[in-house]
T-cell receptor, first 111, second 117 residues
Framework: DAKTTQPPSMDCAEGRAANLPCNHSTISGNEYVYWYRQIHSQGPQYIIHGLKNNETNEMASLIITEDRKSSTLILPHATLRDTAVYYCIVRVQGGSEKLVFGKGTKLTVNP | GAVVSQHPSRVICKSGTSVKIECRSLDFQATTMFWYRQFPKQSLMLMATSNEGSKATYEQGVEKDKFLINHASLTLSTLTVTSAHPEDSSFYIC?????????????FGDGTRLSIL
């Protein structure tokens, strides 16, 4: 599965949008982009995933560039409870089922 | 949404004890479950893939005789850490997903913090 690159940390003001970038320049045509987050001492929480088109759900929006080499997770109105480590992972549909976690981005939402 | 339950959430025991951790998918059938381990300030590392009705597939460097995995039903997988020692102290997390060969995401339990004295 393709590797991803994320900034190690980011800060965001409460109530503002948090935009978390992810580079996956070696992504293949059949690989999906998944986003998870892990709040301290808990298991990872699924946020959103996509293949080509932008996606939106009740938690976040996922913007994937046209060449699919990068994506951005958007939390539209960050709250203090959104402070977590955010992981961007690419995985092949129907291929190896496993998720390979990188180091992620530690997002700190400040009051 | 899909819920995965993990039990116990915390275990403290003496060296040499065997510890069993349960992972249940509460509202869906999971043909495949996964077991991860996370040391402090590190990312999750996959230990093994648990397949219902067949043997687990272990990642390189993970001792299958030490970390016994049983996936006897479509909703339950167990991880037994046999003869645990202090170096086995870690945060163990399971995950499960619906179906195979699709884009359905994995859903994770809340983890088990294992402390071996």
């Amino acid at each position: 599965d393709a590797k991803t690159t994320q900034p190690p940390s980011m800060d965001c003001a409460e109530g503002r949008a948090a935009n978390l970038p992810c580079n996956h320049s070696t992504i293949s045509g059949n690989e999906y982009v998944y986003w998870y987050r892990q709040i301290h001492s808990q298991g990872p929480q699924y946020i959103i995933h996509g293949l080509k088109n932008n996606e939106t759900n009740e938690m976040a929006s996922l913007i994937i560039t046209e060449d699919r080499k990068s994506s951005t997770l958007i939390l539209p109105h960050a709250t203090l409870r959104d402070t977590a480590v955010y992981y961007c992972i690419v995985r092949v549909q129907g291929g190896s089922e496993k998720l390979v976690f990188g180091k992620g981005t530690k997002l700190t939402v400040n009051p | 949404g899909a819920v995965v339950s993990q039990h116990p959430s915390r275990v403290i025991c003496k060296s040499g004890t065997s510890v069993k951790i349960e992972c249940r998918s509460l509202d869906f059938q999971a043909t495949t479950m996964f077991w991860y381990r996370q040391f402090p300030k590190q990312s999750l590392m996959l230990m093994a893939t648990s397949n219902e009705g067949s043997k687990a597939t272990y990642e390189q460097g993970v001792e299958k005789d030490k970390f016994l995995i049983n996936h006897a039903s479509l909703t339950l997988s167990t991880l037994t850490v046999t003869s645990a020692h202090p170096e086995d102290s870690s945060f163990y997390i399971c995950s499960a997903r619906m179906g195979r060969g699709n884009s359905q995401p994995q859903h994770f339990g809340d983890g088990t913090r294992l402390s071996i004295l």
